[in-house]
């Protein structure tokens, strides 16, 4: 039915059983960038109860901003905390040398149980296609891996580094928000549509009217992943968006959770074992 999850919300009436949501773009811990007032990791568990999520996955603040190794420990101590619905993102800091990088991709993502890998070339002060994101793109190509980033620097960098890397799944975060204001926007979406491996995310503080149609209606919904910077931002402003967009049902649940499931699933790292902790019991 064409607009059964915009009526069900409207109407107030619990969401179906089968819809998969699975927030890809989440973090944990203040302090944060938007002065939330809190940031904890019991918070994380709370779209999971209230609205069945069935993963979120996560970047702590320490991996991002001052001890990035660890941030990574963080992230895999969360993720064996909280079962399979806590999961998580490895960092690379370009600053490292190759060595330590390829130290940590293996302690993180080969003998760890995290799934995919952020960088950050704001706060880490590197370029996208500078040497030390190498070990990082080199290891995504590798092992088919999602990479998550703001920007990418430029449409024309995420242009050769998604030519060069063709089995890496390049994430452009915050394109439905951040993005939809600058003049290289249409330029991403060129890129998007000549590259299968580029994807754009929901992510966003700002919510500009009609973004989340608008690039569907440029890339297609298959391109577009659900993402909401929880538990820094308001995960019920992100999953209100796509809930409420002037989408058809099929569209949104491949936003939401179908797209992201399938790239986690085309990973060669094979399935990751879970410890099932009380906490994710009880989310269940
Ligand atoms: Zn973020």
Redesign the pocket.
């Known amino acids: 039915m064409k607009n059964l999850l915009f009526r069900t919300v409207k109407n107030g009436l619990s969401l179906p059983e089968d819809l998969v949501v699975i927030d890809a773009?989440a973090?944990v811990d203040p302090p944060c960038v938007f002065g939330t007032v809190c940031a904890h990791e019991q918070g994380l568990l709370e779209p999971i109860r209230r609205f069945n999520v069935k993963a979120v996955y996560v970047?702590p603040i320490d991996s991002i901003l001052t001890d990035t190794i660890g941030g990574n420990t963080r992230a895999m101590e969360l993720v064996a905390r909280y079962g399979g619905r806590v999961r998580g993102y490895m960092v690379v800091n370009p600053n490292h040398s190759r060595k330590v990088s390829e130290q940590e991709l293996n302690r993180c993502l080969l003998e760890g149980n995290l799934e995919a890998i952020k960088l950050h070339s704001f706060f880490h002060d590197h370029p996208m296609d500078g040497p030390g994101y190498e070990p990082a793109l080199e290891f995504a190509d590798e092992f088919h891996l999602c990479v998550l980033s703001h920007t990418w620097d430029s449409p024309d960098t995420l242009c050769k580094l998604a030519e060069k890397y063709p089995n890496a799944f390049f994430y452009v975060?915050h394109f439905t928000g951040n993005l939809m204001h600058r003049p290289e926007t249409r330029k991403y979406i060129d890129i998007t549509n000549a590259h299968p491996n580029i994807y754009l995310d929901t992510?966003s503080s700002a919510a500009p009217l009609g973004a989340v149609e608008y690039t569907v209606e440029a890339v297609g919904a298959d391109r577009v992943i659900f993402g909401t910077?929880y538990n820094w931002l308001s995960f019920e402003f992100g999953f209100g968006k796509i809930l409420y967009a002037d989408l058809d049902d099929e569209s949104k649940r491949k936003i939401l959770g179908l797209n992201f499931q399938g790239i986690i699933q085309r990973s060669l790292l094979g399935p990751k074992d879970f410890s099932q902790s009380e906490s994710s019991k009880r989310a269940d």
């Open positions: 773009h973090h970047t975060a992510t910077d």
